[in-house]
C-alpha cells in the first residue's frame, strides 16, 4: 500500500547587508500541519520600514489563521474573494499592532507568499516579490510573475493602498504537483536563473529532504545551507528564506524501515504504543482480502478493539486516502549547476 502526505519545513537566515549593519532578519516563515491540511507560508520585511521583522510575522500567523479558520470553504469560493479575505485580514492584524506602536500601518509592510494543500485540493498565492516554485514532472518551474509597484524595482506589499489587486491567489486539484517551495527575493537571487526562467537544482534537492528526514531535521538543514552557501553568494546581501511544502510518497513497509522519528512525524504518532497499532492496521490494509477496510476483519487481523481500528482509521484517512465508515469500505476508489551548489542530501546538517 502507497500511503500519501504532505509535509513541510522552512528557515529564514539574516542576510549579510543586515549582519553588517547590526540588524537582525527582516524575513519570516511558518507553517501548519493539522489532520485536515498543511500549509506554509513566507514573508519579507519592507527595509524602509521601521518595524519590518514584526511586520512580516504578523503576515505569516493571521495568513496561518486564515488557513485554520477558512481552508475547509476556499473550494467553494473565487479566487478574488480569497484574495481580499486575506488582505483584509492583514490589514486588521497590522492596525492593531500599528496603534500599539504609535506609528503608521505601513511601518509593518512585507510581502507574502503562501501554499496550502489538503484533501486532494491546493491554494497558493503571493504578493510583492520572491518566488514560488512548483514541482510537476520532476521540475520546479515559477507559480506566476512577482507584483510589481508603479514604478522600476518596486514591489508591492500587504500594507499597500492596492494590495487586494495584485495579490495573485490560484486554487485548484493538486494530483500533478509533487511539491511547493517558497523564497524570498534573497533566496530567489541565488536559486532562480532569470534568461533561462530555472531554477537550480538545489530547488529539487532541498524539497527531496522531506522524503526522508523529519520537519525538524530538514528546518535545520534548510537554515545551515542558507546561512553557509545560499546568503554567501556573489551579489547576495538581502536576507534569505525559504519554506517547503511537499507530498511524501512512501510504502508501508518501506516507512517501517525508517528510523523511529521519522515514523512518528508520518503517521503523527508520539507513543510507541500507538506507532505499533498504526502500523498494524495498516499492514492488515495491505493483505489483498482486507484491502477494502472493513473494521471487523481488521480487528480480527489486528486483535485491536473496534474502538482503536475506527480511530487509526480516521487519523489515518488523509494519509491513505481513506473515507471512513463503520460497517462499509474505508477505503476509496542532476549536474553541476553555476547557481547555488546544494547537496542531493543534506550533509552535513544531518551528521549527528
Known amino acids: 500500500m502507497t500511503l500519501n502526505r504532505w509535509m513541510t519545513a522552512g528557515a529564514a537566515v539574516v542576510g549579510r547587508a543586515h549582519e553588517q549593519q547590526g540588524a537582525g532578519c527582516q524575513d519570516c516563515v511558518g507553517y501548519s500541519d493539522t489532520s485536515k491540511f498543511s500549509a506554509v507560508a513566507l514573508a519579507d520585511g519592507a527595509g524602509s520600514a521601521k518595524y519590518a521583522s514584526e511586520g512580516a510575522g504578523i503576515a505569516v500567523n493571521v495568513l496561518l489563521r486564515i488557513i485554520e479558520r477558512s481552508f475547509s470553504s476556499f473550494s467553494q469560493q473565487p479566487s478574488d474573494s480569497i484574495g481580499k479575505l486575506i488582505i483584509s485580514s492583514m490589514a486588521d492584524g497590522i492596525e492593531s499592532a500599528a496603534q500599539t506602536a504609535g506609528v503608521a500601518p505601513r511601518e509593518f509592510a512585507s510581502t507574502l507568499l503562501f501554499a496550502a494543500t489538503g484533501g486532494g485540493f491546493l491554494i497558493a498565492g503571493q504578493l510583492g516579490d520572491g518566488l514560488i516554485a512548483v514541482q510537476k514532472n520532476g521540475r520546479m518551474v515559477p507559480l506566476c510573475e512577482p507584483a510589481k509597484g508603479e514604478f522600476k524595482n518596486e514591489t508591492v506589499f500587504v500594507t499597500s493602498p492596492n494590495a487586494a489587486k495584485h495579490i495573485f491567489v490560484t486554487l485548484g486539484p493538486c494530483d500533478a504537483v509533487a ?23 538545489a530547488v529539487n534537492n532541498m524539497a527531496g529532504w522531506l522524503d526522508r528526514h523529519t520537519p525538524a531535521d530538514v528546518s535545520k538543514a534548510l537554515r545551515e545551507n542558507l546561512w553557509n552557501v545560499i546568503r554567501n553568494r556573489p551579489g547576495i546581501t538581502d536576507d534569505c528564506s525559504i519554506a517547503v511544502l511537499r507530498r511524501v510518497s512512501i510504502e508501508v513497509e518501506d516507512l517501517a524501515q525508517r528510523a523511529r522519528e521519522f515514523q512518528s512525524c508520518y503517521l503523527n504518532r508520539k507513543r510507541a504504543d500507538g506507532l505499533k497499532n498504526a502500523f498494524s492496521v495498516l499492514r492488515a490494509m495491505s493483505v489483498p482480502r482486507l484491502a477494502r477496510g472493513y473494521v471487523k476483519q481488521i480487528c ?40 547555488a551548489d546544494v547537496d542531493s542530501s543534506p550533509q552535513p546538517a544531518f551528521e549527528r
Do not use: W, Y
Open 300 to 339: 480480527t487481523a489486528t486483535g485491536l478493539s473496534p474502538s482503536a481500528v475506527r480511530r487509526h482509521l480516521h487519523d489515518l484517512k488523509e494519509i491513505c486516502q481513506l473515507t471512513f465508515m463503520d460497517s462499509t469500505p474505508v477505503l476509496a476508489s542532476a549536474t553541476q549547476d553555476k547557481r
Open 179 to 201: 511539491g511547493i517551495v517558497l523564497m524570498s527575493d534573497g533566496s530567489a537571487d541565488s536559486l532562480f536563473h532569470n534568461e533561462s526562467r530555472t531554477f537550480a537544482q
